[in-house]
């Protein structure tokens, strides 16, 4: 898989990566729950998305658009009574990412 700049990259370690994200995701959930910062982690995981999103060259624009449009509004959701809400959220995100790393696998 070429990147922008001409960068060579096995499809192989663009699926690690994103793993890697899906786990960053996976712990807000536990963040969130036990009052701690999950906003930061929130933020780092959504610029790595973006960047991720210009290097590639590729037809999942719409896919990473849903995805970081979704991350961005886990923001709104502050108060308690929000949490099934901002649960199911970061639920349908993961599966967006479950699905380009099959994407990545063909």
Known sequence: MILKYNI???????????KRLTNQIYKLLPM????GDWQKPLETVMEELAGMDRLIL????HVFLSLVCK????????????FG??????FECL??????????QD
């Open 58 to 61: 590729s037809d999942y624009g």
């Open 32 to 35: 969130r729950e036990e009052g």
């Open 85 to 90: 809400l901002y649960r199911r959220i970061i």
């Open 8 to 18: 060579e990259i096995e499809k192989k370690d663009l699926q690690k990566n994103l």
């Open 95 to 104: 599966s967006i990412i479950g699905d380009l790393v099959k994407v990545c």
């Open 71 to 82: 991350l961005e509004g886990l923001f709104t959701l502050q108060k308690e009574e929000d």
